[in-house]
């Protein structure tokens, strides 16, 4: 099975910055979409961003209207690693962030495979 651990969550002001990481346990991720998923308290599961690859190149990438232009997904398939990086941070990003995976590269349900989740709040 396909293991994901998230790390770099944590507490930042809003209007920073933090940079989240998805591990993979193995070097298959252009077999997957490696979306990244947030849940605030009392609130539904949200998609924040996906991306998939193919032939080693990123082939699809996109993000949920209320974090475009703030936060850029990417991938370091050398590391088996995908990245979130959340620039202008506000309040209502505070959640745990889990990163997901699914076996195609259209970043579509359903996702197979669940990291932990990391907690980021931002607050002043």
């Known amino acids: 099975q396909l293991q994901l651990v998230e790390s770099g969550g944590g507490l930042v002001q809003p209007g920073g910055s933090l940079r989240l990481s998805c591990a993979a346990s193995?070097?298959?991720?252009?077999?997957?979409?490696i979306g990244w998923f947030r849940q605030a308290p009392g609130k539904e599961r949200e998609r924040v961003s996906c991306i998939s690859s193919r032939d080693g190149k990123t082939y699809y990438a996109d993000y949920a209207d209320s974090v475009k232009g703030r936060f850029t997904i990417s991938r370091d398939n050398a590391k088996n690693t995908v990245y979130l990086q959340m620039n202008s941070l506000k309040p209502e990003d505070t959640g745990v962030y889990y990163c997901?995976?699914?076996?195609?590269?259209?970043?579509?349900?359903?996702?197979?495979?669940w990291g932990q989740g990391t907690q980021v709040t931002v607050s002043s």
């Open positions: 193995e070097i298959t991720l252009d077999y997957y979409s």
């Open positions: 997901a995976a699914v076996r195609n590269r259209l970043c579509v349900f359903p996702y197979d495979y």
